[in-house]
Each structure stands twice: as C-alpha cells, then as structure tokens.
C-alpha cells in the first residue's frame, strides 16, 4: 500500500508532552498548503490525538477491496488521515492491549490502508523506544521511499535526556535522522508579539549539534496557535506573519529539498 507514496517522515520523541502530534498535524497541514499530496498516520495507539486536532473525531472509516480508506479532511482530498480514534466509540475509550495485538494494528495501518498516489506520508509516533516503533522500523527495512525521522525536544535539561535516547535508537536501527526541532521554545504574547523564554532555550540546537544531524528550527509557544487544535485549521493560512509559521516553511522548504519533491 506504500508503492505510490513518495516520501516517509517519521515525526519521533523520546519524551511524551512536547507537542509532537501539534507538529505532525501542522507539518501536514504545511505541506497540503503547499499543494503536495499528504497522508498522516497517528500511530499513537493509546493516545491518539490526531482526530481531535483536526476536527475529525466524528469521521468514520470504511472498507474497500483495496482495504481501509482514509479520512479526508476536504472535497479536494490534499490531506488524508488514519487513526485507531477512528475505530473507537468515544474520546473516553481506553486501548488495553499488549504488545503483540499493538504490533498487529500498525501493521495493518502499514499495509492495508489505500493510501493511493501520496507526496507525503506523515507518521506520528507515541513517545519512547519500544514495540511500536520496532514495527515501524521492521515494516519500512527496505522501502525506498522512507526517508527518515524528524526528532522533537522542548528547551528543558528532562526533556532533552529522554530525547537523546530516540537519537540513539535511530542511530541503532538505521533511520536517519532528518533533523531535530525544538517545540515550545518560549512564549509569545498575543497582544505585543514578545517572546520570553519561560524555560531554557537553545537545547534543541545544542543536541543537533552534540548528535550531528540538522537543526530544523525552534518553536515557540503561541496561544493563537493552540486555539487552531480542533479545528483542522493550519497555521500557515491562519497566522501567516506569525514566527510558528515561518519555521514550519523553513522546515517543508528543506523537507522538499532533501526529498525532491
């Protein structure tokens, strides 16, 4: 099902909280804007959020011969999406399963998904180093057109030491490592655009450095932003002047360099 996509990017994090499906579903919304094919795959099993960020939580998914069709966010088709909060009843609903039927259910989003012809397919992961991601990782050995992984961190030292270990992983395992970006990197106010940095700053740069591998940019957080999440409206049409903008054109801009696209 993956023949007619493009590109894979893996969006990881070793650490839970640092807004990675914010990222992953503005990325995509990014890349829709700037007229590319897209699909977004929410992997996160137990924590699902994607739906909810893009205003999907009432969409169903059905069958087809080719097997299951994505939710499209429009008529025009430019984003489709995947998510097991699809396949659940209520937002409430918790997924109590093991590792083996958790392996079961990425495999099939893998492969039984009719994705058709796609530019971009977005993989949102849960955070940490463990049986989903080995899947991931064993489903995509020997697919050309997987490209590698974005990493995301927030400024914090706690954030950062988990966020090592996900660059470990990858280095273990042989995805490459397409850059780090540094999320919730100072907050700015709505009313006179100031930005102060309420934790640190700069660790995203640094562990960029420290592990060799680019640094795509640094977010801040911006409450105009966050008022987006459920609304499946994306950043860069809403808030075009806005410094969260800028950097995710930054970011597709070297992602379509990199890939060609």
């Given at each position: 099902m993956l023949d007619q996509v493009k590109h894979i990017i893996l969006v990881l994090s070793g650490k839970g909280g640092v807004g990675k499906s914010t990222v992953s579903t503005q990325l995509a919304l990014t890349l829709a804007e700037e007229g590319h094919k897209v699909g977004l795959l929410d992997i996160d099993l137990c924590g699902p959020s994607v739906p909810f960020l893009l205003g999907?939580?009432?969409?169903?998914?059905?069958?087809?011969?080719?097997?299951?069709?994505?939710?499209?966010?429009?008529?025009?088709?430019?984003?489709?999406?995947?998510?097991?909060?699809?396949?659940?009843?209520?937002?409430?609903?918790?997924?109590i399963w093991r590792g083996p039927k958790k392996t079961a259910m990425i495999r099939q989003f893998l492969e039984d998904v009719s994705w058709?012809?796609?530019?971009?397919?977005?993989?949102?992961?849960?955070p940490g180093t463990s049986d989903e991601?080995?899947?991931?990782?064993e489903c995509l050995k020997g697919v050309v057109n997987a490209d590698g992984a974005i990493i995301v961190t927030t400024p914090q030292e706690m954030a950062l030491e988990d966020v090592r270990k996900e660059v470990t992983f990858c280095?273990?395992?042989?995805?490459?490592?397409l850059g780090i970006v540094e999320n919730m990197s100072g907050f700015v106010c709505p009313h006179c655009s100031e930005c102060t940095n309420i934790f640190s700053s700069g660790g995203g740069r640094s562990l960029a450095e420290l592990a060799s591998v680019p640094h795509l940019g640094t977010l801040p957080i911006d409450p105009r932003v966050g008022e987006l999440a459920g609304t499946g409206k994306s950043c860069v049409r809403e808030l075009p002047d806005c410094t969260t903008t800028?950097?995710?054109?930054?970011?597709?801009?070297?992602?379509?360099?990199?890939?060609?696209v």
């Open positions: 999907l939580e009432e969409q169903d998914v059905h069958q087809c011969d080719e097997g299951w069709v994505p939710v499209y966010t429009s008529a025009e088709k430019k984003l489709a999406v995947m998510s097991i909060g699809f396949l659940l009843k209520s937002r409430s609903d918790a997924v058709g012809e796609l530019d971009y397919l977005i993989v949102d992961t849960p991601h080995i899947t991931v990782m280095k273990k395992t042989g995805i490459p490592i800028e950097v995710l054109r930054k970011i597709v801009g070297t992602l379509t360099t990199v890939g060609g």
